[in-house]
């Protein structure tokens, strides 16, 4: 991956009345600014059921929980309409481009779900640079900021030295942890990596630190050391209109990849590399197979493993890549979704997206989103132990993985919304602008 290390001046000017809003991007693998300008060692509470929080009440910056599991009012329209301006050092098709993962389509589902709420939403992108898009300049924001353009990951769009003296400063954070990394992407690194670090010892400085995933927020406070009360964890979530449970479009689905209704049909969708649990699986399934003619599996996605996926014969189905649109009849056509990503990596949409489709899921424990066996079978990282739960997946049969699937619908229905993501985050930027919204309910 290359980088160009030599900033690129974009001088923005937005003239915002009263009560404005600033959104833009900082990236430490992936990490959101959010800018409102005015013209307990405990770990967290993952086990907690929705209705045990429906009596909660007190000062939001100090619950240890995700604000999803809060009931917010939906009422017609926000007490207050923000001007969200969002900042994206991304490709400017950035809502079209699923595959180039979860931070671009978390944006777009929350800021147009924030844009369905009322709220104006204006997105400005980093110029594109190549001989059909040469590179722009915007003027639209009531400062003259410097606006960092890097690549997609392992990048700073707003450096601290611009950020400093800007009041009411969040950072929303997307991907965090601790990994062993190849000779050759830290290469690929060389020159970023000291910017990104310098960045890193101004982390404490921000106020509001939002975390998409339970292992983000806990890292911020273990590891960056992060003042609890300063880290509030929101829950990314999927477009409800996008994904629902619908029979006769999956069963059109089968009949055209050729799968037969009286099969077992597996489905697993994103990046088919090592790092995402593929050789797991692969050694699993293959392993299965051979006990029982009549599971499948059905692939999307790209990567080194499509084509080892392609060496287990006729029972496996490799699809390539999927747009959106397609997802929901792939979705609805499997009986379940398995997903072999063995450590949290934010927050997996692809798991989110099957649950809303009413399906339910093999995984791994993901102290987000797999909080309850109902919703399918949770795995040790050995192919053993993923064997063993496809073996009961097979035991099961298609009517109880369909309940199964119910169970998780509901639960994802009432947590993993995008309305009820831009319920928390429009809280969240309320709570900022006025200490009086920070009071729950």
Not at 82 to 98: C, D, G, P, Q, Y
Request: charged letters at 20%; hydrophobic letters at 45%.
């Amino acid at each position: 991956m290359a980088f160009n290390n030599k900033p690129k001046k974009l001088h923005l000017i937005f003239h915002f009345n009263a009560f404005a809003t600033l959104l833009f991007i900082l990236v430490f693998t992936v990490p959101l600014l959010f800018i409102i300008l005015h013209t307990s060692t405990s770990s967290l509470c993952t086990s907690c059921v929705s209705d045990n929080l429906k009596a909660w009440s007190g000062d939001l910056r100090d619950a240890q929980f995700a604000w999803n599991r809060l009931p917010f009012l939906r009422i017609r329209s926000p007490p207050v309409v923000l001007k969200i301006a969002v900042f994206f050092t991304e490709m400017a098709n950035w809502h079209r481009s699923w595959r180039h993962g979860v931070p671009c389509l978390q944006q777009y589902n929350l800021h147009l779900a924030l844009a369905r709420r009322g709220h104006r939403v204006h997105v400005f992108t980093s110029p594109l640079v190549n001989r059909d898009h040469p590179g722009t300049r915007v003027q639209h924001f009531p400062i003259p900021l410097e606006f960092i353009s890097m690549k997609v990951k392992r990048r700073v769009a707003l450096p601290h030295r611009l950020a400093r003296n800007l009041k009411n400063l969040a950072v929303s954070w997307h991907v965090i942890g601790l990994e062993p990394m190849s000779p050759a992407f830290n290469d690929s690194l060389y020159g970023v990596v000291p910017k990104v670090l310098d960045e890193i010892r101004f982390f404490h400085k921000y106020n509001y630190h939002a975390a998409i995933s339970d292992s983000c927020g806990e890292m911020l406070w273990d590891v960056y050391q992060i003042p609890r009360r300063r880290v509030h964890v929101i829950l990314n979530g999927v477009d409800e209109h996008d994904f629902q449970n619908d029979l006769s479009l999956g069963l059109e689905f089968r009949a055209k990849i050729g799968v037969p209704i009286s099969g077992s049909l597996l489905g697993v969708a994103g990046r088919l590399v090592k790092d995402k649990g593929h050789p797991l699986l692969y050694e699993a399934f293959s392993k299965l197979i051979t006990k029982h003619p009549h599971v499948y599996m059905i692939v999307t996605g790209n990567g080194l493993w499509e084509n080892r996926y392609k060496e287990l014969g006729h029972q496996v189905q490799v699809l390539g890549s999927m747009s959106p649109s397609k997802l929901k009849a792939f979705y609805n056509a499997m009986d379940i979704f398995v997903n072999p990503t063995l450590r949290p990596q934010g927050l997996d949409l692809m798991l989110i997206e099957a649950m809303m489709s009413g399906k339910a899921v093999v995984a791994s424990s993901f102290p987000s989103i797999v909080v309850n066996n109902e919703f399918g079978f949770m795995f040790s990282p050995k192919a053993e132990s993923l064997l063993e739960e496809l073996e009961e997946v097979v035991r099961e049969g298609p009517k109880r993985l369909a309940q199964r699937g119910k169970t998780a619908q509901e639960y994802a229905a009432s947590m993993f919304t995008a309305s009820k993501m831009a319920l928390a985050y429009e809280r969240l930027f309320l709570c900022i602008k006025n200490d009086t919204f920070c009071v729950y309910p």
